[in-house]
């Protein structure tokens, strides 16, 4: 009887142990999950870098007008123009820099969305591939171990387009 006693033990122990050791691991298959910095993967592609340099082409080229308008308001005060006539001339500045501004920000802006929509799905064909179940963006992270850190695995992948 304490044989069988004893048997049972063991086997109610083992048991347990499986039991334990099995939950302990978490399901049998967890999610996939890893993260990426969109702004460098981003800057990375050559879109972008074109992008960039026709939005600094375009912004010298709109400040240089302004510069124009303000160097005729300063000639306007050296030969002694009227108040209305500088106010005028004030004003039309501040109305050219904000057209300018709207015109930089509705293109580029419209832009940019264009090129990270292309990103998006080409990381959405990478994730897939690699069979990740979540990609987070580096910003939404508080905490992530850098081996679960896959910006320049993506970078890579993106120069072959």
């Known amino acids: 009887m304490k044989k069988l006693g004893l048997i049972l033990t063991i086997v109610l122990v083992l048991v347990g142990a499986l039991v334990i ?3 302990a691991s978490g399901p049998a298959n967890p999610a996939k999950i890893v993260y990426l910095d969109i702004q460098k993967v981003l800057e990375s592609t050559e879109e972008w870098q074109d992008l960039n340099k026709s939005y600094q082409e375009d912004f ?10 303000t160097k005729e308001y300063q000639d306007m005060v050296k030969s002694g ?18 057209q300018y501004e709207q015109t930089l920000q509705q293109t580029y802006n419209s832009k940019t969305q264009v090129i990270l929509d292309q ?19 580096k910003d939404s992270v508080v905490y992530g171990n850098g081996t679960y850190d896959i910006t320049d695995m993506v970078i890579e992948y993106l120069k072959g387009f």
């Open 21 to 23: 050791s099995d939950n």
């Open 60 to 69: 010298a080229f709109y400040q240089k007008q302004l510069d124009n308008l």
């Open 81 to 98: 123009a009227s108040s209305t006539a500088l106010a005028t001339k004030q004003q039309e500045i501040l109305t050219k820099k904000a």
């Open 119 to 137: 990103i998006k799905k080409r990381i959405e064909d990478y994730a897939s591939f690699y069979d990740y179940d979540l990609i987070l963006s």
